[in-house]
């Protein structure tokens, strides 16, 4: 019984789906338009939270240590360095290493001349965890005893920042936008079909069929129609995510950013995609199919 009555919900449908062909694929449009604009800028933030985190690991802050200390005394430092909240490690560079890198970059002798390596200052060169913390890693740094000054890069740093959040608050908000509008379609569309069904609805409901029955066949409807917005988004996205990777990147010559491949976000994107897409679906059904229950 339960199998035929299952049956009987998967044909109903479907059936619902090819009786209202175009407004159903309008609403598959809609809602593959929806998860590629939301997949499309939450990919775009999870880049750019790449680039940032890369940059983190790259960015370096430097403290110059007090000339008035000896090697051994500056090396004394580091372990006051590193203790620091946000400090990811150090590493000490001497004056003479730092002389010699410095002379070696710019490959001519002639400007140097009359200096030496007495002219610089021992440093530590610091990684930090954070870089939206870097403003007070580097306060925090120039309060170590020992250390004379610090440089920082507080304005790349605080532009990406700016960046990442910027993108996120866009992202969360379009999704949130896209999601309504998805919802919205949806349940238009199964209006339709509870509006020109709404005789036999009412005539169901007087001969005592239950409102789950009734409605089982129009959350499949939307079911149906949600995930086939969310597998072809999937495959657009991913199709979208290549090309822009492969070929506008590399053409335009940016070789220097990273992006994640495209294997590592699949599973997460895909899920994602899939429970937007059929919640759109079922609530969609559930929100159209209510009012002509009340009989």
Not at 23 to 38: E, K, W
Request: aromatic share 12%; with cysteine.
């Amino acid at each position: 019984m339960r199998g035929n009555r299952f049956t009987y919900y998967i044909r109903e449908g479907i059936n619902s789906i090819f009786t209202h062909g175009f407004m159903s694929f309008a609403s598959v449009c809609i809602i593959v338009a929806c998860l590629i604009i939301m997949g499309s800028f939450t990919l775009l933030a999870l880049n750019v939270d790449n680039v940032i985190d890369t940059m983190e690991s790259q960015n370096v802050l430097m403290a110059f240590v007090d000339d008035s200390y000896s090697q051994d005394e500056a090396r004394g430092i580091q372990s006051s360095i590193n203790a620091l909240p946000n400090v990811n490690r150090s590493y000490f560079v001497t004056r003479e290493a730092a002389w010699d890198s410095f002379v070696s970059t710019y490959r001519n002798p002639s400007l140097f001349d009359g200096l030496d390596s007495t002219t610089l200052r021992d440093r530590y060169v610091i990684y930090i965890d954070d870089i939206s913390l870097m403003a007070q890693t580097q306060l925090d740094l120039a309060g170590v005893t020992g250390i004379a000054s610090v440089t920082a890069q507080l304005e790349i740093s605080s532009g990406f920042v700016r960046i990442r959040n910027v993108i996120t608050l866009v992202s969360l908000a379009l999704v949130a936008v896209l999601f309504v509008i998805s919802l919205f379609i949806m349940s238009n569309t199964i209006k339709l079909t509870t509006f020109e069904r709404r005789d036999e609805i009412a005539i169901m409901k007087m001969v005592g069929a239950t409102s789950a029955f009734i409605r089982w066949p129009f959350v499949v409807q939307g079911l149906i129609l949600g995930l086939i917005g969310a597998l072809m988004s999937f495959v657009i996205e991913w199709g979208l995510y290549q090309l822009l990777t492969q070929k506008l990147i590399a053409g335009a010559g940016i070789y220097f950013l990273t992006v994640i491949p495209f294997y590592e976000v699949a599973i997460p994107l895909l899920a994602a995609f899939g429970i937007v897409g059929l919640g759109v679906g079922i609530i969609g059904s559930m929100l159209a199919i209510r009012n002509y229950l009340k009989v």
